[in-house]
Each structure stands twice: as C-alpha cells, then as structure tokens.
C-alpha cells in the first residue's frame, strides 16, 4: 500500500495499539498520533513506542491522513463526531469493532461525502485490554471484515484492505448483518456463556475453582475481557445475540432433560451430533 | 511407592494408557496387561508399549497386583464384577472417572473386604480419547482427588496416593459427594455447555464457523470429546449436574434480559460480577 504519513489512533488499546505496532513495524504508517480518556494508558503506549505523540482534546491533533476507531463499539460514532470539525476532507475514517450494522449506519449518516468511512472488524484479540497489552503479531493469520456498503468509497476501501493485509490479516468483504449474524454465534454468545458461567459459579458460593482443569480454564477466560467493550457489543447487536442465545438455552435444555430423564440414548444422540459438528468445524486442535 | 508387579489397566484409552504409560517410564510397575473391547486399540497399546500383553477374556488375565479401572464411569462396576472370578485376595482395585459417588457406592457394595478399592480421579485429559491418544506426562502438575470412605484399607489409599504422586500429581482426599458437586461446576457444566453451543449451531444452519477466532476454539473445544464417556458421566452425577446447570441457565438469562432491556448499567453489573470472580480464580493465563 502507499504509506499513509499520519494517522490517528483512537483508543490506544489491544486492538488500536497492535494495529499502530505492526502498521509501523510493517513500514506502512509515518507518525502515529493517540488519542484516549486515559492518560496512562496513552503515556504506555508513548513509552512502549506504540504512537508518537498523544492528545486528549481533539483540536490538537493537527492534520492526519487516517483515523481508527477503536473504541468500544457505542462510542464509535460520538467519537467521530469530536473528531469532525477538525478533520481535513479527504481524511479516511475507518474503525475496529466486533459489530459492524448499526456503527456502519451511524457513521454514515454522520459523515459527509468528503469523509469516507470502511467498516472493519479484526478477528483477533484476547482477553486482556491496553496499550500494555499490544502486540505487533496480534493480527497475523487472522481474518479481517471488512463490510462496504453502496455508499464505501473504493479507493478508501483499497487502503483499508492493503492495510490489514499489511499487518498479516486474510482479509474480506461480507454484508454487516450477515457478519453481525455470524459473530453473535462464534464469539459474542460464547463471551456471554463464559460471563455467565464464571458468574453463576460466584453467585452459588460453590467452593470449586481449584479443582478446574484445562476445560474451566477454556470455557472462562473471555469472563476476564472487558465489561465495558462487551457490554458494548451485546447492546450493538441485541437481536442477533438474543437469538443465537435463545437457540443455546433451547439446546441446552435438551441435554438438561435427557440427563434429567436418565434417557442415556437421547443424551449420547445429542452428544454425538454436537462432536460430529465439532470436527465438520476443521479445528480439531487440542 | 513399593513396585506394583503385575497390573492390569481396564481401558487402554487416554487416562488408563498414559497412567501406564507415567508409571513404567517412572519405573513403578512392572508387567502391565491391557483389557478392552476394541482389538484395534489394543494393537496400539501393545505397539506403542502402553502394554506388555492384553487380554480379551478376564479368565486369561493371571495374578494381579493392581487392577484400574479406566472405563466410561457407568461401566466401572459392570467392569470389576467381569474380573471378580479372577482375581486373588488382596488384589488392589482403583479407578479414574470423573464421578465418584456413584461409582465408589457400586463397588463397594460389589467387592468382598479382601479386595481394596480406592475411588481416584485425575483431573487431566483433552477431548482427544484411545492409546493413541496417551502420553505418559499428562498427569504432571495435574491435581488428582481420592475419595476414601470409612471402609477404605489405609494400605490401598496410600498405594493409590504413591501412584499418582508417582507420575507427578498433586495427591488430595476428599469426599467424594463434595467432589462430584465441585465436578459438576468446573468440568461437567462446561462440556455440557460446549456440547449443547456447537450442537445448536449445527441445528440452526448458521454459517458462522469459519468467522470463528480463539473465543469460539475454547468455548468448543471439548465437545470433541468422546459422546459416550460423557452421557455416563452426565448420568452419574445427574442431580449435581441439573443442579449447576440450572444455575448457569438462571445467570445467563439475567444476561439475556439486560441485553433484551437495553440495560446497559445492569448488563455491565453482571460482567462486571463475573470478571472480577474470574480474576480472583487466580488463573489469568491468555
């Protein structure tokens, strides 16, 4: 890609701080400038080299090329709209979050012609947040999607796609609902299972976390992410969360009566159907 | 631990034949006989050196020191009562499921005050299952609960308690209704769960799999594990399992109606609950 001599990071956390690390260690950003609520974050993410320079108010960022948003998913657009009086036209406006339908359509209203919007969410991440927690190989061999609409500009597209190949990523294009559709089932319902496992388990009282294995270990480290950015992200795409969570209980319940009427022929059916599904899925790595 | 001669593993799967597999390599047994249904896996075994010899008539077994049983836990009695016939006064009987109540009641009540039983549960393993599948440092680190009762032989426990030191787990007793309760949360319920996620998926035709990234690979993991080891053990601890998962489907409803709500503070109220309880576990591991 031509290299982009200025770009804004807004929100310089896992996400916005491993895109600006492997940007430049890729060659592919001049000056990176942050911009964040907190300005410790934003003084590690000075010290680790991650950005440049940092600004809190908006009015000091001074002319840029690209801006990233990455910030929990509700805050996109409020984020653009501080940014907006002092953004050159031209200025390419692109983001990072998990849902993609409502803060596609938020930004496009907000946005006029001049300011072209790409839509783009990175499938990497753990459960760890900041700038402390960047890492320039965060998105190498992962998928991005990006989700243009009749209005992307293609050019902006372009820079965006280059981008993230850039940084490692198998980049694509999908439909936002479609993407939304998808993400609630691989990763949004999962984080809300995993929040209300490790929940249920602390609201029992149960004395049993240090008899868990590698199978508590697995199914409750996402309840260590962030509660705002989820909170964020289960609010942003409601519709397609209650229903992949409606469809789990359903199955659930299955199980929970087969087990309940001891009718071990029903229970090894729905059993033996989940773990052919699960190796149809390709992963079977242990 | 004094060397155990002759031992005979009753299922040379994952947990049996990497037990074997840990003990000679620690140099604790001497012959070791394998017992199962399939010829297939028992070739395995021999060929891999899991077993010196296996046997599909228990008539053809010969003295026996020891005698563990690592079959799918509803076959554990089914399994010592084949061997009875067989065995001399004195022989040793242990197993290694995931449930002890039950099976520790069964064979009790099964074997004559000549023949010992130790109740055992190594908790290790993956959703990878048979010979081939052993490794002979699984149990390393690993925790591994015995449930004596007042009738357990104090010369067994110790035994039981040498072996699995001997292959490097952390040796506690406790009781084995607390355990299955314990279970029930940090192993049970979380296959229950990655069962009934991957199977309601597959039920709803979503094509949703290929956008799955690390939170989808963990939750699911373990709904590759073998269907039959886990209808029993879903069996045998059926009420602490109706239990936990009543809880867990209780939380995530919570969840569920704060998302349907639009109640951003509560929603972030349970994420908040659940990630400072996953903290506190202790493990923050990525």
């Known amino acids: 890609m031509a290299r982009v001599e200025r770009v804004a990071i807004v929100g310089v956390g896992l996400i916005g701080g ?32 991650i950005i440049d320079r940092s600004v809190r108010d908006p009015a000091d960022l001074g002319p840029v090329d690209l801006v990233v948003l990455a910030v929990p998913v509700r805050s996109t657009a409020a ?31 907000l946005l006029s012609p001049g300011l072209p919007f790409v839509g783009a969410h990175p499938i990497a991440g753990s459960e760890q947040a900041g700038a402390a927690a960047a890492r320039a190989d965060l998105f190498q061999g992962a998928r991005c999607i990006l989700t243009p609409t009749p209005r992307t500009d293609a050019a902006a597209l372009r820079t965006v796609r280059e981008l993230w190949e850039g940084v490692g990523a198998r980049v694509d294009d999908m439909d936002a609902v479609a993407h939304d ?12 299972i995993a929040y209300a496992l490790v929940g249920a388990l602390a609201r029992s009282g ?19 992410s962030p509660p705002e950015l989820w909170r964020d992200i ?44 699960r190796r149809r899925g390709g992963d079977d790595r242990p």
């Open 234 to 277: 289960f609010l942003a795409n409601r519709d397609a969360v209650l229903a992949a969570t409606d469809a789990f209980a359903a199955e659930l319940a299955r199980l929970r009566a087969a087990v309940a009427g001891g009718d071990g022929a029903a229970l090894e059916a729905l059993l033996t159907h989940a773990t052919a599904a």
């Open 181 to 192: 559709a998808a993400l609630a089932w691989v990763s949004h319902l999962p984080h809300a």
């Open 79 to 109: 984020a653009a709209r501080a940014l907006l009086p002092h953004l050159r036209p031209g200025t390419l406006l692109t983001d990072a979050g998990s849902v993609k339908a409502t803060v596609v359509a938020e930004m496009e209203a």
């Open 18 to 49: 491993s895109l600006a690390l492997a940007a430049r260690a890729a060659g592919l950003v001049g000056e990176v400038v942050g911009i964040g609520r907190s300005e410790a974050n934003l003084a590690v993410a000075r010290q680790r080299g």
């Open 206 to 224: 149960a004395e049993a976390v240090a008899l868990g294995g590698a199978s508590w270990r697995d199914a409750t480290r996402v309840a260590a």
